[in-house]
């Protein structure tokens, strides 16, 4: 890490937290605003038009009230002025009430389109950009950062469109009334114009630290509340809480910033009419009582004054808010402009298809084959923040660290959060329709070599190879489909037992979910409410044991029946009978499968057709059990620890 970048400071968290250096970050233009607002541009222009005919309904009143006062000072009957009058002021009022419903429901749009574009966006990044971001933050850009936009629809930007129709003609008037008039009034203008775009600069950069905070907060209440048992159990909730209070205090400390500024941009508007108000008023008097101007004329003057420094205040609260909205802009375009997992994969699936790639990868070749693979986590470096990094060595030093395969840490760990290289070399083939077994101590790589073939990640080097076609020239949703795969700590999502089952077989039936249930030993599950498959599992499936989470992520796998199978440590929650039943589940579906199982127990891979042995990144084995036993010191030590032999 170049000497440059700072450091960010330690967290007050038991649990650890990076911090990202406070700059400014990339900034939002101007231009990059336009496209959410063109995805409107038929309302917007509505709105405009309102704007213009309120404008001109606004600029005719001064105009009859002169009229007005002449007929009244010459003693004539005032006719028809009156009503014209009433009906400009109520066309005026109409005008607004529709143009203000426009607008919200544009803004709301705007916030909607915005947010659907960053859901679209997230779910699509790159697996490795979940490793350097913190979900929390990623939230809070689809929350809150998307809302400073719908302020610069409702708050100005489009209000201030028709506010400078008003003040152009509002302007022009009043030179042709008085000009002298005018030369003082544009002369206060211009001062309070110059003092709002030096002030409002800072806007800016102040709303995008704000939000930057409020993202911090988020990621932090994230955190806490998802490991609120480990929290709870620690007797770390003061801490938890201290730490979450201090985040939400630098929100705070940068939402006053922000108030600070924005008290001395509006203010001014305000300042600027009375300053101007007085000006006219003198001067204005005094010269009415020369008899340069009518009093006529200098009660128009005076309507036109304010009508001139209203869409002043539009203008000065337009800055402000498109300043504050280019500071979360900032934040959602650098998701945005990220680029999404298999952006080339449209054209790598027509290639595919055309040479059938796919649909044969399993009719000769082995099924999965890696092929002299070298892989490396990247470094810290092109991590957004250091959490992970700080987080990784923290718990590796309390012994517990969870390296980036999900295995607990061993130097490996440090290695691949290091970006020192997790895999070395590594070559091995597992057969069409057999059991593999992945084996090795912790932080050996297990896991990623199941990362790797269903591309979460790509090789530093060689090839990892589905059916003898390299994985990168296959689209992964076409790969994925042939692929079932249960992590280790594989997720229960939050909803129902139908719900997480039809996750990755959506058309699946009631029968055939029961029938898998059953074939995983959940069956009693289904007994314990009414409701059966539609049975809520709570937020991470906590109204499930853990071995129950295991077999129902195991049964979601199963239900899709894919050609090839990843097993990571899938009966490391289950007991001894529960382990064997789904032994027994798995081996029923294995027929014409090919399974790659990584486990810590040799009890469960004894009987595999080629057991893989891995130790720091590299294969040192390969063979059956007894073959191993013989060959293989590393893999004799583990089965004598387990008393395999």
């Given at each position: ?481 042939q692929i079932g795969y249960v992590e280790q700590d594989a997720p229960v999502l939050a909803g129902t037992i139908r719900q997480n089952l039809l996750l990755a077989t959506p058309d699946a039936t009631d029968e055939e979910c029961v029938r898998v249930l059953h074939a995983v030993n959940l069956g009693e599950v289904l007994e314990r409410s009414e409701e059966g498959l539609d049975a809520a599992v709570g937020e991470d499936g906590v109204m499930l044991s853990g071995g129950e989470r295991q077999r129902l992520a195991i049964a979601r796998a199963l239900l899709a029946a894919p050609p090839v199978l990843l097993l990571d440590e899938s009966t490391s929650s289950l007991d001894g009978l529960n382990e064997q039943m789904l032994r027994e589940a798995i081996d029923a579906v294995a027929e014409n499968r090919s399974l790659i199982v990584i486990a810590h127990r040799l009890s469960t891979v004894v009987d595999s057709d080629q057991i893989v042995v891995v130790d720091h990144g590299r294969v040192v084995g390969v063979g059956t059990h007894s073959e191993l036993v013989l060959s293989t010191p590393l893999y004799r030590d583990l089965a004598k620890h387990q008393l395999l032999v």
């Amino acid at each position: 890490m170049s000497s440059s970048t700072s450091t960010p400071p330690r967290s007050r968290s038991p649990l650890g937290r990076g911090r990202k250096a406070a700059d400014d970050g990339p900034r939002a233009r101007f231009s990059q605003l336009l496209p959410f607002l063109f995805e409107h541009k038929k309302v917007l222009a509505l709105v405009v038009a309102l704007s213009i005919v309120g404008a001109a309904a606004s600029l005719a009143q001064p105009l009859l009230v002169s009229q007005v006062i002449t007929v009244v000072q010459a003693g004539d009957p005032l006719d028809m002025l009156v009503w014209a009058l009433v009906g400009l002021v109520i066309v005026s009022g109409v005008i607004s009430g529709y143009q203000h419903y426009l607008l919200q429901r544009t803004g709301t749009s705007v916030v909607y389109s915005a947010r659907r574009q960053l859901v679209h966006r997230i779910l699509r990044l790159p697996i490795s950009q979940f490793d350097r971001r913190r979900t929390g933050d990623l939230v809070s850009r689809v929350g809150s950062d998307t809302t400073m936009l719908y302020a610069v629809i409702t708050q100005g930007l489009v209000d201030a469109v028709g506010g400078s129709l008003v003040f152009v003609g509002a302007l022009i008037a009043m030179l042709i009334i008085d000009p002298v008039l005018l030369g003082l009034t544009v002369l206060v203008i211009a001062v309070s114009v110059v003092t709002v775009v030096l002030i409002s600069g800072r806007v800016r950069v102040v709303s995008r630290k704000q939000q930057e905070k409020v993202g911090d907060l988020a990621a932090a209440v994230e955190r806490s509340i998802s490991a609120i048992r480990t929290v709870r159990a620690s007797n770390a909730t003061e801490r938890e809480t201290a730490a979450i209070e201090a985040d939400a205090r630098g929100a705070f400390d940068m939402g006053v910033k922000v108030a600070k500024i924005s008290a001395l941009v509006v203010p001014i508007a305000g300042i600027a009419l009375q300053v101007s108000f007085l000006v006219v008023l003198g001067v204005g008097g005094f010269r009415v009582a020369s008899g340069a101007i009518t009093i006529a004329s200098l009660v128009s003057f005076i309507l036109f004054l304010f009508m001139m420094i209203m869409p002043l205040g539009q203008a000065f609260g337009a800055i402000n808010s498109v300043n504050q909205a280019l500071g979360a802009l900032g934040r959602i375009q650098e998701v945005i402009d990220l680029p999404v997992e298999g952006q080339d994969d449209r054209e790598i699936a027509a290639k595919a298809a055309a040479a059938g790639a796919v649909g044969a990868a399993l009719a000769g070749a082995p099924a999965i084959e890696f092929v002299d693979v070298h892989f490396a986590y990247e470094t810290p470096a092109k991590v957004e923040d250091e959490a992970a990094l700080e987080t990784a060595a923290a718990a590796a030093a309390a012994g517990f660290a969870a390296a980036p395969d999900g295995e607990p840490a061993g130097d490996t760990t440090l290695d691949a959060v290091a970006g020192k290289g997790v895999l070395h070399g590594v070559s091995f083939a597992a057969a069409r329709g057999k059991r593999t077994a992945i084996v090795g101590p912790s932080g050996a790589g297990k896991s990623t070599i199941l990362a790797l073939i269903e591309r979460f990640y790509d090789p530093t080097s060689g090839s990892v190879r589905f059916g003898g076609v390299d994985v990168r020239e296959l689209d992964r949703i076409d790969l994925r489909s042939q692929i079932g795969y249960v992590e280790q700590d594989a997720p229960v999502l939050a909803g129902t037992i139908r719900q997480n089952l039809l996750l990755a077989t959506p058309d699946a039936t009631d029968e055939e979910c029961v029938r898998v249930l059953h074939a995983v030993n959940l069956g009693e599950v289904l007994e314990r409410s009414e409701e059966g498959l539609d049975a809520a599992v709570g937020e991470d499936g906590v109204m499930l044991s853990g071995g129950e989470r295991q077999r129902l992520a195991i049964a979601r796998a199963l239900l899709a029946a894919p050609p090839v199978l990843l097993l990571d440590e899938s009966t490391s929650s289950l007991d001894g009978l529960n382990e064997q039943m789904l032994r027994e589940a798995i081996d029923a579906v294995a027929e014409n499968r090919s399974l790659i199982v990584i486990a810590h127990r040799l009890s469960t891979v004894v009987d595999s057709d080629q057991i893989v042995v891995v130790d720091h990144g590299r294969v040192v084995g390969v063979g059956t059990h007894s073959e191993l036993v013989l060959s293989t010191p590393l893999y004799r030590d583990l089965a004598k620890h387990q008393l395999l032999v």
